[in-house]
């Protein structure tokens, strides 16, 4: 792999580091209206992520199955899917803004199951920046440099207010500032662990392009939907979320178009 797919991968996680730096800056925790903005954008960039760098390109390689060309792509969807599901249900972990845990019954303190809640959020992101790069480097899905740089440009301003996000809570429930910022970086090196695997692995089963592709984005949808929507949708006051969303997707969009 040259140094511009080792930049790809990192990118991501890069956005995390940067936006747990946040809480060395800022003196207080971000405001509901704020983080439901932020968790709103991040949903929008991640549906359209899901649909133009990962589904469209599953499709188009397809092609030639005709009328079942839609079958890769809805099999590694539900792959995906179903895989997030499995990994919600064993892994014990905490959503932003709860008091119940999710998963099976754990010792783990509050703050800990949080972080683990944002690495299984982030496992998906570097499936899809990891599928991506390795359908460019094998060329045998129709992915272009500048579209897997798209990939990876918009997964990685959709993690800085993440990465904000986790650790400014982490500092408000009596973290220190770093180790708040640790815990919020790390919880995004997954990402880029997640990407070489996955490029390794899509090296090997190049026939399955179609199907890996659109597992990432099965597992990616899982998350919004699971996960950011109902966050994004907190409290009474909720069409910020929505309004994020749309400009979190647009601008998603625009990069795909524009680089790809």
């Given at each position: 792999m040259n140094i511009n797919i080792w930049l790809g991968i990192l990118i991501p996680f890069a956005g995390t580091v940067l936006g747990s730096a946040m809480v060395f800056f800022m003196k207080k925790e971000l405001g509901g209206q704020v983080?439901?903005?932020?968790?709103?954008?991040?949903?929008?960039?991640?549906?359209?992520a899901s649909i133009w760098s990962l589904i469209v390109p599953a499709l188009e390689q397809a092609e030639g199955m005709g009328t079942l060309?839609?079958?890769p792509a809805a099999v590694g969807f539900w792959i995906g899917i179903l895989f997030l599901l499995f990994l919600d249900c064993v892994i014990p972990?905490?959503?932003?803004?709860?008091?119940?845990?999710e998963g099976p019954k754990s010792k783990l303190q509050k703050t800990t199951m949080m972080v683990l809640a944002v690495t299984l959020h982030n496992i998906p992101e570097g499936m899809a920046v990891g599928v991506v790069f390795a359908g460019l480097i094998s060329g045998s899905a129709p992915v272009t440099s500048g579209g897997a740089l798209a990939?990876?440009?918009?997964?990685?301003i959709q993690n800085?207010?993440?990465?904000?996000?986790?650790?400014?809570?982490l500092h408000s429930k009596g973290k220190t500032k770093f180790g708040a910022f640790m815990d919020g970086a790390l919880s995004g090196a997954v990402?880029?662990?997640?990407?070489?695997?996955?490029?390794?692995?899509?090296?090997?089963?190049?026939?399955?392009?179609?199907?890996?592709?659109?597992?990432?984005?099965?597992?990616?949808?899982?998350?919004?939907?699971?996960?950011?929507?109902?966050?994004m949708s907190e409290g009474e006051h909720s069409n910020i979320g929505v309004i994020m969303f749309a400009l979190g997707f647009?601008?998603?969009m625009a990069l795909d178009v524009a680089l790809g």
């Amino acid at each position: 792999m040259n140094i511009n797919i080792w930049l790809g991968i990192l990118i991501p996680f890069a956005g995390t580091v940067l936006g747990s730096a946040m809480v060395f800056f800022m003196k207080k925790e971000l405001g509901g209206q704020v983080q439901r903005a932020l968790t709103g954008f991040a949903s929008g960039v991640m549906v359209a992520a899901s649909i133009w760098s990962l589904i469209v390109p599953a499709l188009e390689q397809a092609e030639g199955m005709g009328t079942l060309s839609f079958v890769p792509a809805a099999v590694g969807f539900w792959i995906g899917i179903l895989f997030l599901l499995f990994l919600d249900c064993v892994i014990p972990h905490l959503h932003m803004n709860a008091e119940k845990a999710e998963g099976p019954k754990s010792k783990l303190q509050k703050t800990t199951m949080m972080v683990l809640a944002v690495t299984l959020h982030n496992i998906p992101e570097g499936m899809a920046v990891g599928v991506v790069f390795a359908g460019l480097i094998s060329g045998s899905a129709p992915v272009t440099s500048g579209g897997a740089l798209a990939l990876a440009l918009g997964i990685a301003i959709q993690n800085f207010p993440e990465g904000a996000i986790i650790s400014m809570p982490l500092h408000s429930k009596g973290k220190t500032k770093f180790g708040a910022f640790m815990d919020g970086a790390l919880s995004g090196a997954v990402e880029p662990i997640g990407a070489l695997l996955t490029i390794f692995a899509a090296r090997l089963i190049v026939p399955a392009m179609p199907y890996l592709l659109s597992f990432a984005a099965g597992a990616m949808m899982y998350v919004v939907v699971e996960e950011l929507i109902p966050e994004m949708s907190e409290g009474e006051h909720s069409n910020i979320g929505v309004i994020m969303f749309a400009l979190g997707f647009t601008l998603m969009m625009a990069l795909d178009v524009a680089l790809g």
